[in-house]
């Protein structure tokens, strides 16, 4: 598309910086925020009275023969961060000797008021099974509940009869769900040339989440008007969650003028580009790895600033990220100079460390900073260069590298737990790959 097509959007407001110092169940822990979510609409049908509706019952009647289900809508929204796990509470008024399902519904369209067996959603995939004991039942329904939105199921009897109490009773059903603190990441961005950079920003919306931007944030120059028009439409929209580090193509624009124009406080200190915040439990630090400009060495202020950092934030989980990785396997990407970075990270205990620069996606074995693996104390690495610009050739594998796709665009989501983190890659729409994990803290 032509270079100033563009048109810039929404996303004006200035950010200030949280802090410039100057699933494996077994990770989640009870300090995670919970919500509780009643149902908003419910009701059965059953196919001994087709035509009858059962919206406003206080009890929910499942059989098995003749048939008998109920439907259930909840709506999630408000939620303080990435979903943990998510769990359907419903109030068992009359037990059934074979228990309970939980089913996906093939489609939305239906009506509290009007449902009736003959027009009912046609059922899907089971989600949970379980007991169907007198009062409270639980059931896992994380399947169904990753993000804010509109929630619909149905509860079936898998033999004889099971009673239900309804969202008229106080024992209405109800889904809990467990937030962690979300980040959002990937670098190599808004490109006038290239509609990636849209295709990622949709998978943003209504996320509850910190935006990492790992850097080469607006192609070619990174100069006010590559921000305007290359980023701003499409990932400014997010301007005010995220927290950005700065690339070699923001530097095109003598001294990344550009860039700290448009961040503003959220940069950092103009000139250094380096700072961190608190994220939930987590301490998260942003780091220049533009070298040329903003020194990296043993030594350097960003290092020693760095170190001294580490020593007051103290905290069983520490991240970091900035734009050049120190491994990769793509020709040319990867950086020796910000070696010291990493073994200041890796003496204080870091775990996880985030990069763009090679345009495609690649995961480590936590290692050292010589590239040792090293499971017991070493930072696990993740290249994410898909923000939508354009793809590189991954290369030849090389060590502790345990996953790599060069040809998919997307972002990774990061579930920042209190004792370790999920992780999985979401790729745009369309786009079939995935990957994902969960890992402890040191």
Excluded at 57 to 77: D, M, N
Excluded at 95 to 110: D, F, S
Excluded at 415 to 428: A, I
Aim: proline residues 6%; contains cysteine; glycine residues 12%.
């Amino acid at each position: 598309m032509d270079g100033r097509r563009k048109l810039a959007g929404g996303g004006a407001a200035t950010l200030v910086c949280a802090a410039v110092s100057g699933m494996s169940p077994g990770l989640a822990a009870a300090a995670n925020a919970t919500q509780v979510f009643t149902s908003v609409a419910d009701g059965f049908v059953t196919a001994s009275a087709p035509r009858r509706n059962y919206g406003r019952t206080r009890v929910l009647q499942l059989r098995a023969k003749p048939p008998g289900r109920a439907y259930l809508r909840f709506r999630i929204e408000g939620l303080r961060g990435g979903v943990v796990s998510a769990r359907l509470r419903v109030f068992v008024t009359r037990p059934g000797r074979a228990g309970l399902q939980v089913r996906a519904i093939a489609e939305r369209r239906w009506n509290e008021r009007s449902l009736r067996y003959r027009t009912a959603p046609a059922l899907g995939r089971v989600i949970a099974e379980g007991s169907a004991r007198p009062g409270w039942r639980s059931f896992d329904v994380g399947s169904l509940v990753e993000a804010p939105g509109i929630v619909e199921l149905a509860l079936v009897a898998k033999r004889g009869t099971v009673s239900v109490a309804s969202r008229e009773t106080r024992s209405k059903p109800r889904i809990r769900v467990e937030t962690a603190p979300l980040l959002l990441a990937a670098g190599d961005i808004g490109s006038c040339s290239s509609g990636g950079d849209e295709a990622t920003a949709a998978l943003l919306e209504g996320l509850p989440a910190t935006i990492a931007a790992l850097g080469d944030l607006a192609y070619p120059k990174g100069s006010a008007d590559d921000f305007a028009y290359c980023y701003d439409p499409s990932w400014g929209s997010f301007k005010s969650t995220t927290r950005p580090a700065a690339g070699n193509h923001d530097y095109a624009t003598p001294g990344a003028a550009a860039y700290f124009d448009y961040w503003g406080a959220a940069a950092g200190l103009r000139g250094a580009g380096y700072y961190s915040y608190e994220l939930g439990s987590w301490h998260v630090l942003v780091l220049n790895s533009n070298c040329r400009f903003v020194a990296c060495g043993r030594g350097s202020l960003q290092e020693t600033w760095l170190r001294n950092d580490l020593a007051l934030h103290r905290t069983r989980c520490t991240l970091a990220y900035w734009h050049h990785p120190l491994f990769s396997s793509t020709v040319g990407t990867a950086t020796p100079a910000v070696q010291p970075l990493w073994q200041a990270l890796y003496d204080a205990g870091a775990d996880v460390v985030l990069s763009g620069h090679a345009h495609n996606y690649q995961r480590f074995a936590p290692q050292s900073p010589s590239g040792a693996a090293d499971p017991t104390r070493g930072i696990r690495e993740f290249v994410v260069g898909t923000g939508g610009n354009s793809h590189h050739p991954a290369g030849l594998p090389i060590p502790n590298q345990e996953t790599v796709e060069d040809t998919t665009f997307g972002v990774l989501r990061l579930t920042l737990l209190e004792t370790g983190y999920l992780w999985r890659f979401v790729p745009r729409s369309g786009d079939v790959f995935a990957d994902a994990g969960a890992a402890a803290c040191h």
